[in-house]
């Protein structure tokens, strides 16, 4: 059975929502930047910190993640930044 929906990794990054991680003090400069983006194709791609592994075994029910999953978490004040950028479904 297809999924109905699956990441199209041919899409290019086109714009960042909210605040860079340097402007919003979640970064030390080096390898460790959360981030939000919009691409090309309208998909979302999330930049942060793979917990899969600490989360998998007490995810709430009904949510699951497939084998080629991963559940990221971001700083709060991230997503809360970009708000003004995410359209209203």
Do not use: H
């Not at 999924?3 to 990794?9: C, G």
């Amino acid at each position: 059975m297809s999924r109905p929906w699956n990441a199209d990794t041919s899409a290019l990054f086109a714009r960042r929502l909210g605040k860079s991680p340097q402007e919003l003090g979640v970064t030390n400069g080096d390898n460790d930047c959360p981030d939000i983006w919009q691409l090309d194709n309208g998909d979302i791609a999330v930049i942060g910190r793979d917990v899969t592994a600490d989360y998998r075994s007490r995810l709430p029910e009904g949510v699951t993640l497939a084998a080629d999953e991963r559940l990221v978490v971001i700083p709060g004040t991230m997503l809360s930044a970009a708000k003004a950028d995410i359209p209203d479904a």
